[in-house]
């Protein structure tokens, strides 16, 4: 994996690699960003949302040899039923009881991954459940080509399927929290019992705004399960939820369109300290950049919370850290 | 007396080890998120730190446990204190609501595992202290880093106990975990009261983390993290704030975790904690020994 000096920059592969991963983070990170941003909630557990959509749709396909096309919309809305059921008690509860609820739901869903060997392939990890999708891509990327005379290997076909979507979540989300449900959805978030008054049911709308944001994580699982072709419970450790934080927190607290910036800047980051090849990084091996890249991310986001809590576009008046 | 039994006894006194160990390092996560509003997700790499400093005593300056438990203790406890001046204390005095210093705790994590990581790789380690002799003591059997544990526990439940109880410092503390407001209005000089609260969750984090090593006769960068949990299960339980909860609330799932392995395969020992951690935030979440104001 590691190139030669300066030859990772100018490779096309590695900042097509980086694309995909910043486009991934950005379906994720905006379904944070509508839950946190918009409806005000602490979710740590965003992971265990993804987790679910990853692998719900990899089992329907191995074990019961459903379609691609069948399984990724199941998987959706199974991670948006569990968004449900968690939400429901657990929206009751104070802002800090419910950020630590959530990520102890999703470590449970990750020992339940773990250790459902049989289902699950446990921590030997899922495979086989790529065939349809990579045979989609080959011929997806052989007439792409025949029309742009551009090679396609499988990263840049994923490549134009992932910003695509990108794109047209942060349209739904937009026309969505500025619509008059997203309006309630602000009111809910600046004053509870205001809006309750005015005879909105603020659980019914968190609840909601929860849902969409879990079928956010799926969707951005079901993208993760093809850019990694198999599927370990260590990717799904609470680790990435904070990495969603960071993101959502890098653009800007309730700026949509800050998220994409900020998974693009972290997706550089991140991807960056682990295969580029000059000096200082020259002088770390593998184990060490993973822990300096995760330093850095630790300092970043330190500094955000005590210089620049409102992220890079956000506003001072919309902050919502500090109540 | 039957093999069922004596399984029962035998986890029941595994929970009541690992139990000790949460309690321990759950007592400072309760009084820093009670008394300063941080709910620290750092606090789990304290005990990594802790347990590290220790490996660094025992091993690289050969002392023996009790100087590398005392090494422990006072580095942690100097961390902790050094995190409050440079990094708390100024959050604070910037305005930093909850949800920042929360977010805030979650970057030093990162930052504190990795530096260990960086420093001590991912291998694990191992202190030079025999633990692997043990006891049978015909109902259970008992090896001696789990006596070592409990000893160690039970030493400083009742010291703990009664330094919060007896003590001026100790009493302040519970007074700010209660109410800061009242607590400064009757003369409490609260910055003091706080550097001891940091002096007494490091050090307890440090020591804590120390026993996790010994105890899993290994430690590892991610150590104190994955205890970090089951801690807040104990502090939950045991109401936010609450030292004495804290304490008994670690014994609970301790037991619970160990207990739940006649029910239940041993790798969902804390999805079953987690479990019992959630259920209580929903049915009680003044703790089992709180009050309802409290919430």
Known sequence: MSAPFLGAILSIEFWQYVAVTAGIYSIFALGLQLQFGFAGLLNFGHIGFMAIGSYTMAMLIVHASLPMWISAP???????????????????????????????????????????????????????????????????????????????????VLLVLVWPTVLLLYLVLRKLTRSPWGRVLRAIREDEDAADALG????????????????????????????????????????????????VLLGGTARLGGVPVGAVIFAVIFAGTRFLEFWPLSLLDDGDRAAVRLIVVGLILIGLMAFRPQGIFGKKEELLLDR | MGPAMNEFVQLTVNGLVAGSIIAIGAVGLTLVYGILRIVNFAHGDYLTFGAYMAFVANVTWGLNAYAAAATAIVLTAALAVGLEFGLWR???????????????????????????????????????????????????????????????????????????????????MRALADNVDLAAVSGIDTDRI?????????????????????????????????????????????????????????????????????????????????????????????????????V
């Open chain 1, 74 to 156: 199941i998987a959706i809305a199974t991670a948006m039923l569990f968004g449900l059921i968690i939400g429901i008690p657990a929206l009751r509860l104070r802002a800090d009881y419910l950020a630590i609820t959530t990520i102890a739901f999703s470590e449970i869903i990750r020992i339940f991954i773990l250790n459902s060997v049989r289902w699950t392939g446990g921590p030997q990890g899922l495979l086989g459940f790529a065939t349809e999708y990579t045979d989609f891509s080959r011929s997806a990327g052989r007439r792409l080509s025949s029309i742009t005379h551009i090679g396609f290997d499988p990263d840049r």
């Open chain 2, 90 to 172: 100024p959050m604070r005095r910037r305005g930093a609501g909850v949800t920042s210093l929360f977010l805030t705790s979650i970057g030093l994590a990162l930052v504190l595992r990795n530096a260990v990581q960086f420093e001590w790789g991912t291998t694990p380690f191992r202190y030079r202290i025999d633990v692997f002799q043990s006891y049978d003591l015909g109902l259970f059997r008992i090896s001696r880093n789990q006596i070592t544990v409990v000893a160690a526990a039970t030493v400083l439940i009742v010291g703990l106990g009664l330094f919060l109880a007896r003590t001026r410092i100790g009493k302040a």
């Open chain 1, 200 to 247: 909105k049911n603020p659980l019914a709308y968190k609840l909601q705004a929860l849902a969409i944001g879990s079928a956010f994580a799926a969707i951005a699982g079901i993208f993760f399960s093809y850019q990694l072709l198999y599927l370990t419970p260590t990717e799904f450790e609470p680790l990435f939820t904070f990495f969603a934080w960071v993101i």
């Open chain 2, 194 to 294: 706080v550097t001891w609260t940091w002096i007494v969750a490091g050090g307890l984090a440090g020591l804590a983390g120390m026993l996790l090593a010994v105890l899993q006769a290994s430690l590892n960068p991610n150590s104190g993290f994955n205890a970090l949990l089951p801690m807040f299960a104990a502090v939950v339980l045991g109401g936010v704030g609450s030292a004495y909860g804290a304490l008994a609330g670690g014994i609970v799932i301790g037991l619970a975790m160990e207990l739940s392995t006649l029910a239940v395969p041993f790798q969902y020992k804390e999805a079953v904690a987690f479990g019992v951690m959630i259920l209580a935030l929903l049915l009680r979440p003044q703790g089992l020994f709180g009050r309802a104001r409290v």
